[in-house]
């Protein structure tokens, strides 16, 4: 563990703690951030001392991203989310842009260190040590992705080794040359780097990575993509959850059953998406503590999680949510009347071997929306069983075709696996 005494906590000097910390947090948000103070005072709180507990809490509004957006818009580049002068900020990144407009996020040292420290809670978690070699191959732009890692794994002591700048066979050989240990980087692109490699004639399971660590999507969540990467690599693959907005807020332990949300650090809420009512299965609302530059306050995540209900057997306290991230909300499809999330249509998919890569195409039929699955697989027997088993798991009967080997598109950062043609 990274830190034993935080994160084996009793439940209630857990809550004492984050009680206190956000308190803190509130008096300064109150006291010169305009998003937030213009927020909390149309829901009626005017003073820190409205706050008198939990219940309080829960009555603060939710924020969503579209806020986040038309802020921006509405006072550019960097929006009214920013409690200190502009001198106090160092750092710039920003969101993918997958699911809206892209956000600009400053960063204050202090809230810098502080995602350093939250990475290097979800390492430590994976075994990483001082004595592993920890690569990134991700190409240190403006979004934030695995900038944070990188100076977590420093702040572990480890060697850090950054891929920027270099092709997917360059970063093959770097990892060779460097003797990497630890692999840093999207379930989707630790596929693609195994598949590289095979090409090649080389096999990445004889070589000294004995740990992978994902985030970007919930691939590394999902048994079989985590069994795929694990076959291909050699190593034990890790799950990793977090957002440019909140923060790297999700880990996984030795056990790998399912993410601990790092609630030293983030107030963690469950919600039911259509009402906002606490749920057991539902949307991950999520509120950080030390990111007081521009904080996200019960924001509402859009990733769809089931809280477990046994303690874990690593000794950790935190919230752990079973499967991990199970999908996003504004990902999900109704085809035929039926809920169909992309990450279960993974999970299939990524049973079988002879398959490369996929994709899911969306159409419309008349008045509905329809869905086939393209996969890479030369055999028709494999896209047949593969047919079957969506069918199987699903409760629908989907197309599958097969097209050429190399044909999909292969991602460094998030996958976009779901296309409207």
Same mark, same amino acid.
């Given at each position: 563990?990274?830190?034993?005494? &935080?994160?084996?906590?009793?439940?209630?000097? &857990?809550?004492?703690?984050?009680?206190?910390?956000?308190?803190?947090?509130?008096?300064?948000?109150?006291?010169?951030?305009?998003?937030?103070?213009?927020?909390?005072?149309?829901?009626?709180?005017?003073?820190?001392?409205?706050?008198? @507990?939990?219940? %309080?809490?829960?009555?603060?509004?939710?924020?969503?991203?579209?806020?986040?957006?038309?802020?921006?818009?509405?006072?550019?580049?960097?929006?009214?989310?920013?409690?200190?002068?502009?001198?106090?900020?160092?750092?710039?990144?920003?969101?993918?842009?997958?699911?809206?407009?892209?956000?600009?996020?400053?960063?204050?040292?202090?809230?810098?260190?502080?995602?350093?420290?939250?990475?290097?809670?979800?390492?430590?978690?994976?075994?990483?040590?001082?004595?592993?070699?920890?690569?990134?191959?991700?190409?240190?732009?403006?979004?934030?992705?695995?900038?944070?890692?990188?100076? @977590?794994?420093?702040?572990?002591?480890?060697?850090?080794?950054?891929?920027?700048?270099?092709?997917?066979?360059?970063?093959?050989?770097?990892?060779?040359?460097?003797?990497?240990?630890?692999?840093?980087?999207?379930?989707?692109?630790?596929?693609?780097?195994?598949?590289?490699?095979?090409?090649?004639?080389?096999?990445?399971?004889?070589?000294?990575?004995?740990?992978?660590?994902?985030?970007?999507? /919930?691939?590394?969540?999902?048994?079989?993509?985590?069994?795929?990467?694990?076959?291909?690599?050699?190593?034990?693959?890790?799950?990793?959850?977090?957002?440019?907005?909140? @923060?790297?807020?999700?880990?996984?332990?030795?056990?790998?059953?399912?993410?601990?949300?790092?609630?030293?650090?983030?107030?963690?809420?469950?919600?039911?998406?259509?009402?906002?009512?606490?749920?057991?299965?539902?949307?991950?609302? &999520?509120?950080?503590?030390?990111?007081? @530059?521009?904080?996200?306050?019960?924001?509402?995540?859009?990733?769809?999680?089931?809280?477990?209900?046994?303690?874990?057997?690593?000794?950790?306290?935190?919230?752990? &949510?079973?499967?991990?991230?199970?999908?996003?909300?504004?990902?999900?499809?109704?085809?035929?009347?039926?809920?169909?999330?992309?990450?279960?249509?993974?999970?299939?998919?990524?049973?079988? /071997?002879?398959?490369?890569?996929?994709?899911?195409?969306?159409?419309?039929?008349?008045?509905? %929306?329809?869905?086939?699955?393209?996969?890479?697989?030369?055999?028709?027997?494999?896209?047949?069983?593969?047919?079957?088993?969506?069918?199987?798991?699903?409760?629908?009967?989907?197309?599958?075709?097969?097209? /050429?080997?190399?044909?999909?598109?292969?991602?460094?950062?998030?996958?976009?696996?779901?296309?409207?043609?």
């Amino acid at each position: 563990m990274f830190d034993r005494g &935080l994160e084996t906590q009793a439940p209630d000097a &857990l809550r004492e703690h984050q009680w206190r910390r956000f308190q803190a947090m509130a008096r300064e948000l109150l006291g010169s951030n305009a998003f937030v103070r213009a927020k909390w005072r149309a829901a009626g709180l005017a003073a820190v001392d409205d706050l008198r @507990g939990w219940d %309080d809490f829960g009555r603060l509004p939710f924020t969503w991203k579209r806020e986040f957006v038309e802020d921006q818009a509405a006072h550019p580049p960097f929006g009214t989310n920013l409690t200190y002068p502009l001198e106090r900020y160092v750092r710039v990144h920003q969101t993918s842009g997958t699911s809206a407009e892209p956000i600009r996020w400053l960063e204050t040292q202090a809230s810098w260190d502080w995602w350093t420290r939250c990475w290097a809670f979800v390492l430590r978690a994976a075994g990483v040590t001082p004595a592993d070699r920890v690569f990134f191959p991700f190409s240190f732009g403006l979004f934030v992705g695995f900038w944070a890692g990188f100076e @977590g794994a420093r702040a572990l002591g480890a060697l850090a080794i950054s891929g920027g700048g270099q092709d997917s066979l360059a970063r093959l050989a770097s990892m060779d040359a460097l003797g990497a240990t630890v692999l840093v980087c999207t379930p989707s692109y630790a596929l693609h780097l195994a598949a590289l490699a095979r090409e090649r004639g080389i096999d990445p399971s004889a070589g000294r990575v004995r740990i992978t660590v994902h985030a970007g999507e /919930p691939g590394a969540g999902i048994p079989a993509v985590r069994a795929r990467i694990e076959a291909q690599w050699g190593a034990r693959a890790f799950d990793h959850a977090g957002m440019t907005e909140v @923060g790297a807020y999700g880990y996984e332990c030795a056990e790998q059953a399912g993410l601990h949300v790092n609630e030293s650090e983030f107030v963690a809420e469950v919600v039911e998406p259509a009402t906002g009512a606490p749920a057991r299965e539902g949307e991950l609302v &999520l509120t950080n503590l030390g990111r007081l @530059g521009a904080p996200a306050i019960r924001y509402r995540t859009g990733d769809r999680v089931r809280v477990a209900d046994a303690p874990c057997a690593c000794g950790r306290t935190f919230l752990r &949510l079973e499967g991990g991230i199970l999908g996003r909300l504004d990902d999900m499809l109704i085809v035929r009347g039926v809920n169909v999330f992309p990450a279960a249509v993974e999970g299939i998919v990524r049973r079988f /071997p002879d398959v490369d890569e996929f994709q899911i195409e969306v159409f419309r039929a008349g008045e509905l %929306d329809e869905v086939r699955v393209l996969l890479e697989a030369g055999d028709p027997a494999t896209v047949r069983s593969v047919q079957e088993a969506l069918h199987v798991g699903l409760g629908l009967r989907l197309e599958v075709r097969s097209v /050429p080997l190399r044909s999909l598109p292969r991602h460094e950062l998030k996958a976009r696996r779901v296309v409207r043609p």
